[in-house]
Nanobody, 116 residues
Framework: QVQLVESGGGLVQPGGSLRLSCAAS????????MGWYRQAPGKQRELVAG???????NYADSVKGRFTISRDNAKNTVYLQMNSLKPEDTAVYYC??????????WGQGTQVAVSS
């Protein structure tokens, strides 16, 4: 199985930046895609950014040009750099990993709040 631990959330003013980290452990070799979802109060969970099989990336239209997903394979860690944050980015952010062996794994979630 794969375990995911997120960090880096917090409170930031509009226009500010945060970087989220997601460290993976366990059956790392079974992961074929990985990224971030978010869920705002009263809304469905939505894909924010992710690495597809083969390494290409995809982003939600609402974050294109502001958020960047990256990874450090040596550290088994995926990052989400979030710039020009808006109040509508407020949500719990979840790291996910899709694996060949055990389906999807999820982190515990990290809260991001954008407010003045």
């Amino acid at each position: 199985q794969v375990q995911l631990v997120e960090s880096g959330g917090g409170l930031v003013q509009p226009g500010g930046s945060l970087r989220l980290s997601c460290a993976a452990s366990g059956s790392i070799g079974s992961i074929y895609s990985m990224g971030w979802y978010r869920q705002a109060p009263g809304k469905q969970r939505e894909l924010v950014a992710g690495f597809r099989t083969g390494g290409s990336t995809n982003y939600a239209d609402s974050v294109k040009g502001r958020f960047t997903i990256s990874r450090d394979n040596a550290k088994n860690t995926v990052y989400l750099q979030m710039n020009s944050l808006k109040p509508e980015d407020t949500a719990v952010y979840y790291c996910y990993a899709n694996t060949h062996l055990s389906g999807s794994a999820w982190g515990q979630g990290t809260q991001v709040a954008v407010s003045s």
